[in-house]
């Protein structure tokens, strides 16, 4: 309320421009336009850019240099590792600096990173090296300094924010692979990875325009009555809500990485020819997008736990019927099931981390959580396949992975009432033209 009135405005004047898109004036709410240029970032960031293009290299670089496949996929493990160790030190730097400026310089230098992979030699080390220093060039472009400067402007349509932006991933990632593999084949290798260079710093205007920090329009006096509340990042490591919501997603990202890696491999297993299983993986992925925005949508509306107990249940349910045999018969809902789970992870963890620990540490506690998420998914790869290896089957795998959504669940019904729920009295406001010119002329990068 305190935002609202020292912008001048009314409670449901502050309310118009989250709710309806457009403010009172008129003019495009600034939390809107933060969550398109957010998608259009994410789309083509490091996310989506280093991640899943790095496999349409692999066959060039190997016929280039006669590098072995498990000699360059080891670099795919580099990316993985510097995506660990990335987000929790973004999280820790947009606690201190303005993510909007981070993003904006983080963009040049990570454009000039994936430009240079022109200059490739022989030397695998090099390319190691690369891969190592790529994801630090872009350490601004992760997605938890979207997801903050997205956070800010939004309370009641919270979950609706996050699930439109958290899609940039997945545009990103059905749009790229395809247009590398077009350049490698027209153009060659090298000039694909100059070409991704310039689409990345393609996105620096759209950035510049688009994303908004929202200004202070309070007092110092009153912004501390209004973060008293707040946590800080000791208070988080030490509550019981931190551990739940930790261990909640570690599991979530065992099951995840096992799906998208192994699902394939499960559905030929049962029967289901290699045409088949690729279409029925595809579904899949269509079903992650509405995952995406659909949980967005119901975070606003229903309790968090209740959305992620009854997905994950789901993706339980389904993760049993491959152990039983019915992959083959029950497909097409099983991987639907699993789509719907995996697209509502990120929603989810964006929009629980602020309800119980506050925004003030966001990215530091979102950095720690994802961190702990990767970890978990880079272990689920290996271990299911082994399994599978020593078993014959992927059925003993497939029955811890069901057990472990039904602890999963479990977890997700012990958090408590929110701490710092949506509240009609603290909506984003519209800020004055005058107080965005100002929040721009002092963070102009």
Not at 77 to 91: C, D, E, F, K, Y
Not at 337 to 346: K, P, R
Not at 383 to 391: F, T
Request: charged share 10%; aromatic share 14%.
């Amino acid at each position: 309320m305190v935002a609202a009135r020292s912008a001048g405005m009314t409670m449901g004047d502050a309310e118009a421009g989250e709710l309806r898109f457009r403010g009172p004036s008129g003019r495009v709410y600034p939390g809107w336009k933060t969550v398109i240029g957010s998608t259009v970032g994410l789309a083509f960031g490091p996310s989506a850019m280093v991640v899943f293009c790095f496999g349409v290299f692999a066959q060039p670089l190997a016929q280039t240099f006669g590098w072995s496949n498990p000699a360059i996929f080891f670099g795919a493990t580099i990316i993985a590792i510097m995506n660990v160790l990335m987000t929790p030190l973004q999280g820790f730097l947009i606690s201190r600096i303005s993510p909007r400026r981070l993003i904006l310089l983080s963009i040049s230098f990570f454009a000039a990173g994936m430009a240079s992979m022109y200059f490739l030699t022989g030397d695998i080390w090099r390319f190691y090296l690369a891969w190592v220093l790529i994801p630090i060039c872009g350490i601004g472009l992760w997605p938890v300094g979207y997801v903050k400067l997205v956070g800010d402007w939004f309370d009641r349509r919270l979950g609706l924010a996050f699930g439109i932006t958290n899609t940039g991933v997945g545009i990103g990632a059905a749009l790229l692979p395809a247009l590398v593999g077009w350049l490698v084949s027209a153009y060659g290798w090298r000039e694909a990875y100059v070409a991704l260079g310039v689409v990345a710093l393609c996105v620096w205007p759209v950035a510049f325009y688009l994303l908004n920090e929202r200004p202070e329009t309070a007092s110092a006096t009153e912004r501390k009555v209004a973060v008293g509340d707040e946590m800080t990042l000791k208070d988080a490591c030490l509550s019981r809500t931190f551990w739940i919501i930790t261990a909640a997603f570690a599991l979530l990202g065992f099951f995840s990485s096992a799906a998208l890696a192994h699902q394939i491999k499960i559905l030929i297993d049962s029967g289901l020819t290699l045409r088949t299983a690729t279409l029925i993986q595809s579904a899949m992925g269509a079903a992650l997008i509405v995952g995406r925005i659909g949980t967005g949508w119901l975070l606003d509306w229903l309790k968090a736990s209740y959305v992620m107990a009854t997905f994950v249940l789901g993706a339980g349910f389904a993760a049993a019927l491959y152990a039983l045999g019915l992959g083959g018969q029950l497909a097409l809902p099983c991987a639907l099931l699993f789509g719907l789970v995996i697209g509502a992870e990120f929603d989810a963890l964006s929009y629980i981390v602020p309800r119980y620990h506050g925004r003030r540490i966001f990215g530091q506690v979102y950095g720690i959580v994802y961190a702990v998420f990767q970890l978990a998914s880079a272990a689920s790869v290996f271990a299911i396949g082994a399994v599978r290896e020593h078993y014959g089957s992927y059925a003993p795998a497939l029955w811890a992975l069901a057990l472990a959504m039904a602890a999963c669940a479990a977890l997700f019904l012990l958090l408590g009432p929110y701490r710092f729920a949506p509240s009609r009295l603290d909506d984003a406001a519209e800020p004055s033209p005058t107080l965005l010119a100002d929040a721009r002329l002092t963070d102009p990068v």
